[in-house]
């Protein structure tokens, strides 16, 4: 028997070893249930290795994929997933409904159209049931069999996703488990809706640059967001700095005054300083020149926004992955 929140197999031998429960009739872990009732969390440290083996086995297969990512933290080359999937794929940016309204669809599907081939990019959002109509008829139409696979990095709301789709367009009850901790699918879990379509929901890729592995658990929640993003603009001169959280310090070394516009959870405050001051400067420091109309992008928090060329300084822990890409607004 599989827990039915993780998909990893059921014990009671070893309460330190995963699937541990007192009882195998039981239908979830103990990591799961206390998930679910008490609110819990605990992390799993999986083998990357791990990973790789299963979307090999889903090459193998040549199934459609459906690959899911945060909306607010697409990555700096969705093609990595082509180095070990050569299937037909759909883009899914989920969590539509954390964008702010202002944003069109239309603009973000031409921008990744121009750099990305995928079969369809569909915007939905499970918490306003937005776009899962579509979705599902995007999938009936490419689909090669009735097996469908899910995919996406570690936090980017697949259990949500699938839970919703489960309730929907099923008669099952939606089981998954759903955390702000990272790795919380452990294993491969066949969700069939019907006759002629089982959804594989899989374990979320392990993106070691995402911001979340670096923060404390009090960030967890404020990440993992479902309110509207009310994006914060600054007027910074050169010699200004803004403390992001207690985790990120931007420095403007070089430019003209500069708007910069940040994306990221309303939860965590910004602080608009002198760059004299010495906070934060203990993090690793990386520099970088930016042209006109151009993002930061920090991996697993979000992206700052700029106008003009410049140049900027950031303080920041040495794992968290960071790149400049051209405005994705």
Not at 240 to 249: A, K, N, T, Y
Not at 294 to 315: C, N, S, T
Request: aromatic share 10%; net charge positive.
């Amino acid at each position: 028997m599989k827990c039915l929140g993780c998909g990893v197999e059921l014990q009671n031998e070893n309460i330190l070893n995963l699937g541990y429960t007192p009882n195998l009739e039981n239908k979830y872990c103990m990591r799961c249930f206390k998930v679910k009732h008490y609110g819990e969390t605990s992390t799993i440290s999986k083998n990357k290795e791990d990973y790789i083996a299963i979307l090999e086995m889903i090459n193998r297969c040549k199934d459609l994929v459906i690959y899911v990512v945060d909306v607010l933290n697409i990555k700096e080359n969705l093609n990595d997933i082509k180095k070990y999937l050569t299937n037909d794929m759909i883009l899914v940016l989920n969590k539509w409904d954390v964008f702010p309204k202002s944003v069109k669809e239309a603009k973000i599907y031409a921008y990744l159209k121009q750099r990305y081939d995928f079969k369809e990019i569909v915007a939905v959002s499970a918490l306003k049931n937005y776009n899962l109509e579509l979705l599902m008829n995007y999938i009936y139409s490419y689909q090669k069999s009735s097996h469908v696979y899910v995919v996406g990095e570690t936090n980017a709301g697949k259990s949500s996703l699938l839970n919703k789709i489960i309730s929907n367009y099923s008669s099952l009850n939606p089981n998954l488990t759903i955390s702000s901790m990272p790795e919380t699918t452990l294993e491969k879990i066949d969700i069939k809706l019907n006759e002629n379509l089982t959804l594989i929901d899989t374990p979320g890729i392990i993106d070691e640059g995402n911001i979340i592995h670096s923060l404390d658990k009090k960030y967890y929640k404020l990440l993992n967001t479902n309110k509207e993003i009310k994006p914060k603009t600054y007027q910074i001169k050169k010699n200004q700095c803004l403390i992001i959280g207690d985790f990120l310090r931007i420095d403007y070394l070089n430019g003209d005054k500069n708007s910069f516009t940040l994306y990221i959870p309303n939860g965590i405050k910004v602080r608009r300083m002198n760059s004299r001051h010495d906070d934060l400067k203990e993090l690793s420091y990386k520099e970088y020149e930016f042209s006109f109309h151009e993002d930061l992008v920090i991996y697993g928090l979000g992206f700052v926004k700029m106008v003009i060329k410049g140049k900027i300084g950031i303080y920041l822990n040495k794992d968290v992955k960071t790149f400049l890409r051209s405005n994705l607004i």
